[in-house]
């Protein structure tokens, strides 16, 4: 059994055979996701319990593709001591997403070096991006929890940490107020006031929608815009989950006004791909744009099945 590690922490780098250690590790980072990481040591439980103690389970960790992370990207501006204690850094988050359209993308350009330079694009409920250097990523959205980065359907993404102190002293808000407010009513939801689904913004005529969609917008092309300035350019945007696999509209928004930079949308291309892969930039455009259908699952079995080969695990 292969299951997807929300948070690795720095105890997880890559995928590991499930025992008591590993559980007890797990239980250990409960704190930092607990939305995840105690529901899947549940499950790993109960897997036991229905299965039985023979088969083989594992732990692929989504923050496992960024465990190399450079420092520059990585560390946060706070007290060295002080994150060494508490395990502060970005960690990212999606990496499963975005090491599977990775692969994807070298598939189809076997003749750039590891996939060359590339900025993927996870939009969903939660939304990431990332930059890749040849198949090592360099940079992400992500950090030391999911709430960093892009605006997302329910949660804040970058905002001033002290706008967090302020509601904390001035506002009344407790650490379960703050906790509700960025994670569950941010986002899409907390801007238009009416949903955190992107399909129903789209739909939507009132003012307050429209600028959540573009506020939305406006996040991810700033980091596509900061990501083609650490890569030197970029060799492929692509796009995947829910949102970015399936609205035309919202791949045109993150992307307008970026045809300076030798990037252009066909717009055929990108209203005819809908749930499905397709290249969406124009024939001259000097990167390549495409729709990659994420699937999270063969990577993960892929690399369970690496793991119990390695280990010489016998599953019954």
């Known amino acids: 059994v292969a299951h997807r590690l929300v948070h690795g922490g720095d105890q997880f780098t890559g995928s590991m055979i499930v025992d008591v250690h590993v ?34 389970q594992v732990v692929v960790p989504d923050t496992g593709f960024y465990t190399d992370l450079p420092e520059v990207a990585s560390k946060y ?6 994150c060494e204690r508490h395990q502060i850094h970005r960690f990212g988050f999606h990496g499963l997403a975005h090491q599977a359209m990775n692969q994807r993308w070298q598939e189809l350009r076997p003749d750039l070096n590891n996939g060359g330079r590339v900025i993927s694009l996870q939009l969903g409920a939660g939304c990431s991006v990332t930059a890749t250097n040849q198949g090592v990523p360099v940079d992400t959205s992500m950090g030391f929890t999911p709430l960093e980065g892009l605006v997302m359907a329910t949660r804040c993404g970058d905002i001033d940490a ?4 302020y509601l904390l002293r001035e506002a009344g808000y407790s650490l379960d107020d703050l906790d509700r407010l960025l994670n569950h009513e941010s986002g899409l939801l907390g801007l238009s006031g009416k949903s955190a689904d992107m399909r129903s913004l789209l739909d939507c005529e009132e003012p307050a929608a429209k600028l959540a969609v573009e506020i939305y917008c406006y996040h991810a092309r700033k980091y596509i815009g900061a990501y083609l300035s650490v890569l030197g350019g970029a060799d492929a945007i692509l796009f995947g989950g829910g949102v970015g696999e399936n609205s035309a509209l919202v791949r045109k928004q993150i992307l307008v006004g970026m045809e ?14 809908h749930g499905q892969e397709g290249k969406i930039s124009t024939p001259e455009c000097l990167t390549e744009i495409l729709v ?8 993960i079995a892929a690399d369970a099945i690496r793991v119990v080969e390695e280990t010489g695990s016998n599953a019954s």
């Open 162 to 165: 002290g706008v967090v102190l």
């Open 292 to 299: 990659i259908i994420i699937n999270e699952g063969a990577v």
């Open 77 to 82: 501006a706070l007290p060295l001591g002080l």
């Open 23 to 56: 559980e007890s590790d797990i239980e250990g980072l409960a704190k930092l996701p607990p939305l995840h990481n105690s529901a899947k040591l549940a499950l790993i439980r109960s897997c036991r319990d229905e299965l039985g103690k023979d088969v083989v």
């Open 260 to 273: 300076w930079m030798g990037i252009e949308l066909d717009s055929d291309s990108n209203c005819a791909v």
